[in-house]
């Protein structure tokens, strides 16, 4: 005869982490020491099988609803590698502006609703309405600034609408250029504010030296929408041959896999994109990285935040200038496209395999296609930041865990969430929340 | 997308419980899932058949009772010893 047990367990089912940092540690020797990832595959490289590669840019955009616009860009850029299309200058100019602000607004996001807790040593954002009114109140008007100029450019801020192979379905009229520059002009007074009030705030110290991976480029553009792919150990190669950067494998207990080039493993994102690329930011940027204390290179993951924030500063001076230079030269609308899945034939398409490679916010992102000669998707692939970065964050927490073992398990935890924060994951929303397992800390 | 990692908690605290119990067969459960929980019934049944402890859970009935919001109650269980 079965027994009958009342539960009654309430589970909450917001989102609270699809990551779980597994510590074991032993007489001060690491058992175990990993990040484990357990959000399920999405299989959107299944979905891309069979549609057009006139569309894929609107079903990968849907990859992140953060990081829509670099899905979108990346997917366009193998598009056209592909097919065999250039860019004109102007698309080019527009594509750099659309990133930029995507750049903005993603660590905006990062660096005020998601570490700036962590450094006024408060759980999350809300209770800094009560004590830090301003800064919430900036923290969301920046945000807005960049939804609305990125929907002056893309038809709305996320997941764009009108950036399609070939070029813009709709470009900005002069009065929305007028609007965008003023828009920037004030983001940039927001931004100085938020290098003042960083400028007062400590961060961890914490040193792994790691190979950084970045895109490259040999004018002096601060490479974010194309180049080839370089590192801090010396590798450079072409985008075609980015799974020879990613080098790709599987760990047991992560249903992201893993990567590593040079060393055990490699960093992407703001951090690798300054030690590589600090000369080529634009002079106010390198002057907000004085004022902050930062200089390259630089190992210490937690000022990955603080590298971010002089990308702002780069990336709204860079915008600013992008929108003068179409005030004052004029923008050519006969450049606007209409493409659609290409029923018309407009667009002359081959059988093929195109790649592109796009500086995300989180990190260098790689899409690749194959299309047939009907410009159907055959094969698809596409490797995110965050991917490239798990194997780094372990080695990360595997060298700062004895570092810190004497502190209090509180403060180990928080020691470990800031620094898988730091690093901006896809999971950061959740990191908040992340679960830390001491399966033991037993002492001597 | 994020229903797994739920799903599993649940199914690890009731194999937790089970065991404890000296349970060899868990042979009912009972869950209640609120409309905006955003788990697919299915997952749960599925999970159960296929996870590492699936013989405990062989011919097992599942109940899912319809809740408000977001609520996820394991509710009770029914073993063998």
Known sequence: MPKSVKVNVEYLTRVEGHGN?????????????????????????????????????????????ICSCAHSLVSIQAAEDALGITPSHQTRELRRLLLHQEMLDSHIL????????????????????ETHEKVVRRALKMKKCVNDVCELIAGRHIHPITTVIGGFTKLPRRHELESMLRMLEDLKLDVDATVELFKGIKFPEFERET??????????????????????????????????ITNEFIVPHSTAKHTRLSRESYMVGALARLNLNFDKLHPRAKEAAEALGFKVPNHNPYLNTVAQLIECVHCVEDSIAIVKNFLENGIDYSEEVSVGLNERGTIPVKAGRG????????????????????GKIV????????????????????????EILDNSEEEITLLLEMLVRAYDPCISCSTHFLDVKFVGKRSR | MHEIKFVKALVEDLVKRARELGARRITRVRIKMGEFSEIDPEVVRFYLQNCD?????????????????????????????
């Open chain 1, 21 to 65: 940092i597994v510590v074991d540690v032993e007489e001060g020797t690491i058992k175990e020491c990993k990040l484990e990832i357990i959000e399920s595959p999405r299989f959107f490289e299944a979905m891309l099988r069979g549609r057009s590669i006139f569309e894929a840019q609107h079903i990968t955009s849907r990859i992140c609803g």
């Open chain 1, 110 to 129: 990062h660096i005020y609703i998601l570490v700036l807790p962590d450094l006024m040593r408060v759980k999350s954002f809300v209770p800094l309405l």
């Open chain 1, 211 to 244: 190979e950084y991976v970045a895109l490259v480029r040999d004018d002096e553009e601060y490479p974010l929408l194309d180049g080839d792919i370089g590192s801090t150990d010396g590798v450079r190669k072409h985008k075609h041959q980015y799974r020879k």
């Open chain 1, 355 to 374: 790649v592109g490679a796009v500086e995300a916010p989180r990190g260098v992102l790689f899409h690749e296609y194959e299309i047939d000669d009907q």
């Open chain 1, 379 to 402: 094969g698809a692939n596409c490797i995110i930041p965050t991917n490239q970065n798990l194997n780094n964050i372990e080695h990360d927490m595997k060298k700062l865990i004895p």
């Open chain 2, 53 to 81: 402890e699936k013989d405990l859970f062989e011919g097992c009935g599942v109940e899912i009772e319809p809740a408000q919001g977001q609520t996820l109650i394991l509710d009770s269980f029914e073993y063998e010893e």
